[in-house]
């Protein structure tokens, strides 16, 4: 028996095949071939006819087979790049065509996305090109379209790429998810003829639904992607703008840099500031020209708090609490703006509103805290100078320079001068609180000694420590190196501390204060005042250090205060570079600590 000496799953040749076949059939019958031979070669159709038939169902297998693995490898990846390569590498090993495309629809247009032919070489421009006939056809008729010899196929007679392009086979499917056309698969074999069956077609059919779906899914996957990624974008700008502005509280720099931000996230060209003034607009951190036209267009962006939007130029109001603070103005650069740039600006004027209203508000507080350094500094010396002449008058009264005194008349200048030297206080604390608060207050650091200042302080509060009965001791490490401080200050931490454990101890308690040096800290001296007195409640100790704070404590309000000592301490302490805490226990006593810098390089004594 004759094997079969093709392989029949190629359809040319085994129709070649068959007409070879028959035609050396009618020869032998017309010489005369007997029954018995013509039996045998019927008897060889049969099995030509059995082979046909399970090589076309093997075939079919086959095919059904690799449609299952393509539409795997479809299923395998949202990439749009990977898809699309799959599609196209997927319809080469499907239909065996000479080459294929995938034509895909871009904003409205059909345009080759990929393209592929079973050898993998490059292609060129001319072999881009495609049918638009063809695609048109299949595209309108919603319906896969082969065709054997588009030259000669009466439906393409009139189209000119046809014949121009020598076109013969060609497969199209329509690429349609939901209604909406993706464009299509397109397969051809220009020389030859006659090249794709039917079965190619449905093959094609049903891959086709399934790269539809696929397409469409990594379409919007590469869109929310996009978006996902623009959105990132865009938050990091803004997030660096905020840091940028929050970092400043100038507020002609925090405008300029707004605007420069503005300018960087659009795109634009250049752009301005305009601030609402009497006059209408002021411009600021202005990098171009503006008509006047333009200036009228802005008041009215102010008025209206709507934006103006063109897409040569956008004039944003600066929106903050429903108040316009300004207006940018931006000018489109190469590209014209489109409503994304508004969006996007209209964020960023959100948040830059934000840091320009905060610099506002702080310039406004230097200025009113200027005003009321001024105004205290002032006052202060106003009453520094009639204070010094009631404190030298009422002493001469006392000494009797004046005449003797009586003893009523005593008892009423001493009063006279311990109420002066209070004012004294106050108005001397309400100085240093103002230098300190408008950073004024400037100390000049040297190499000090610490008992110095303990001395100095100790002899202002001796006659408070006498009358209390306190017993005093002080306890300083002997080593204790030399501290760079300013010695006045320092004394007078050490007189506002010393004074407020006199003054917070009853009668009869004991103060001590202690310095020492630990070797493994020794930038620092440490300092700790300890009293036996009332104490303070963990809640006051939350708000000690705070301005006019005075505990409630009736044993404590019965001593005169202002609550200004230990905030004015506390600055003291950090504008030498130190730290200051407490320790206390109600009923108890406190311990006040506060660190020093030491002089130099340790120089110990
Ligand atoms: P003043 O002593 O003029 O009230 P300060 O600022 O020096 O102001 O102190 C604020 C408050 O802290 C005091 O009124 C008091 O309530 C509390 N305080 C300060 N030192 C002590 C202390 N050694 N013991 C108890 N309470 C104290």
Known sequence: MKTLPINLCQTQETLGYLHREIHARRTALRNGSTPAALERELAHWEKIIQKLQTESLLQKNTRMELLYAVSQELNASLDWEETIQTVIDAVIRLTGAERGMLVLKEAGKLQTQVMRNATGKPFSEKALNFSKSIVQRALAEKKPLLTNNAQIDPRFQDSESISALGLRSILCAPLIYRDVELGVIYVENRAHAGIFSPDDLAVLAAFTNQAAVALANARTHQATNRALTRRVEELTLLQEMI????????????????????????????????????????????????????????????????????????????????????????????????????????????????????????????????????????????????????????????????????????????????????????????????????????????????????????????????????????????????????????????????????????????????????????????????????????????????????????AIRKETGTGLGLAITKNLVELHGGAIWVQSTEGVGTTFFFTTPVAGDVSRR
């Open 243 to 554: 840091r940028d502005l929050n970092g400043r509280l100038n507020f002609n720099r925090v405008m300029e840099r707004s605007i420069a931000w503005a300018i960087k996230a659009t795109q634009a060209a250049n752009g301005a500031l305009g601030l609402p003034s009497p006059e209408g607009i002021q411009w600021l951190a202005l990098s171009t020209q503006i008509t006047p036209a333009d200036t009228e267009t802005a008041k009215e962006v102010l008025q209206c708090h709507q934006p103006n939007f063109s897409p040569e130029r956008i004039i944003l109001p600066l929106m903050r609490e429903n108040r316009p603070l300004g207006v940018f103005y931006l000018v489109a650069g190469e590209e014209p703006f489109t409503t994304k740039e508004l969006e996007l600006v209209t964020r960023l004027a959100d948040n830059a509103a934000i840091a320009v209203e905060n610099a506002r508000l702080y310039e406004a507080l230097l200025h009113s805290n200027q005003a009321k350094s001024e105004f205290v500094s002032l006052v202060s010396h106003e009453l520094r100078t009639p204070m010094t002449s009631i404190r030298g008058y009422s002493e001469m009264l006392q000494k009797g320079m004046v005449g003797e005194l009586t003893a009523q008349q005593l008892q009423f200048v001493e009063t006279i001068q311990r109420n002066a030297d209070r004012m004294r206080i106050l108005v001397q604390d309400l100085l240093d609180i103002s230098r300190i608060e408008s950073g004024h207050l400037k100390i000049q650091p040297v190499a000090t000694e610490l008992s110095q200042s303990l001395e100095a302080a100790y002899q202002t509060v001796t006659e408070m420590l006498t009358v209390k009965q306190q017993e005093f001791n002080a306890a300083l490490d002997e080593d204790l190196p030399l501290l760079l401080a300013d010695p006045d200050r320092l004394t007078q931490v050490l007189i506002n501390l010393l004074s407020n454990a006199v003054k917070y101890t009853p009668a009869g308690g004991k103060i001590t204060v202690r310095a020492h040096f630990e070797p493994d800290r020794p930038a620092f001296v440490c300092c700790a005042i300890t009293d036996t007195g009332y104490g303070i409640s963990p809640a006051d100790q939350c708000k000690l250090f705070t301005k006019f704070f005075r505990s409630e404590h009736p």
